[in-house]
């Protein structure tokens, strides 16, 4: 069966400061990996995804991710945020469709940006 | 291009009621997905929908149900609701790819915040 674990429910930190959200996965076959940004009272928005390739994925916001197999990990970084990046961030897997299609969340880490 | 679009927004039902939820996925998207999000179970996978037929369903009882038109909108039904069904419901569409592959992204819709009391 396929988890996700977000190592951290809760992360404060200052306007400006760097800031990584922790994500790992178990999974016995490969998957593709996500990060969804939901802001309050709205649905899930995609941040950035893990197909293949590179294993280094950004956003257009700044916030970027790195796929390591071996650690099975997919932490998110910002190199500085902004009181607008206050948010709760889910990481996800992805089945493939004739495994069931579905994605699979994390708990959710809830980001407060502080001025 | 639009977005998800989910109807109602917000939702207050009593126990014991039923309940349909409305989900109209990105034009050109053939796949769409339920997820059930509350705060003590947090996102959960209820069902997909691929051409008018269920491809995958997650964990839920059979109270919960749903369908899919020829336009790809989908329907969700909740039959004798108990307090418990209290959540957001999500509905995500992707395009859908045949054959096992899943390099789809799944795009969400705002959500119906349903209240059981």
């Known amino acids: 069966a396929q988890s996700v674990t977000q190592l951290d429910s809760q992360v404060p930190v200052f306007e400006e400061a760097p800031v990584e959200l922790r994500c790992n996965y178990s999974?016995?076959?490969?998957?593709?990996l996500f990060w969804y940004v939901q802001y309050p009272n709205q649905g899930l928005q995609l941040l950035l995804k893990y197909l293949s390739g590179s294993t280094l994925v950004e956003s257009i916001n700044g916030f970027e991710a790195e796929f390591n197999k071996s650690q099975t990990s997919f932490h998110l970084r910002k190199p500085s945020v902004h009181i607008s990046d206050t948010a709760e961030y889910f990481c996800?897997?992805?089945?493939?469709?004739?495994?069931?299609?579905?994605?699979?969340f994390g708990q959710g880490t809830e980001l407060s940006v502080k001025p | 291009k639009a977005g998800v679009t989910q109807t109602p927004r917000y939702l207050i039902k009593t126990r014991g009621q039923q309940v349909t939820l409305s989900c109209s996925p990105i034009s050109g998207h053939r796949s769409v997905s339920w997820y059930q999000q509350t705060p003590g179970q947090g996102l959960q996978f209820l069902f997909e929908y691929f051409s008018e037929t269920q491809r995958n369903k997650g964990n839920f009882p059979g109270r919960f149900s749903g369908r899919q038109f020829s336009n790809s909108r989908s329907e969700m039904n909740v039959s004798t609701l108990e307090l418990g069904d209290s959540a957001l419901y999500l509905c995500a569409s992707s395009l859908g790819l045949a054959g096992g592959r899943s390099t789809d992204t799944q795009y969400f819709g705002p959500g119906t915040r349903l209240t059981v009391l």
């Open positions: 996800a897997v992805s089945l493939p469709y004739n495994q069931g299609g579905k994605l699979i």
């Open positions: 999974s016995s076959v490969s998957v593709y």
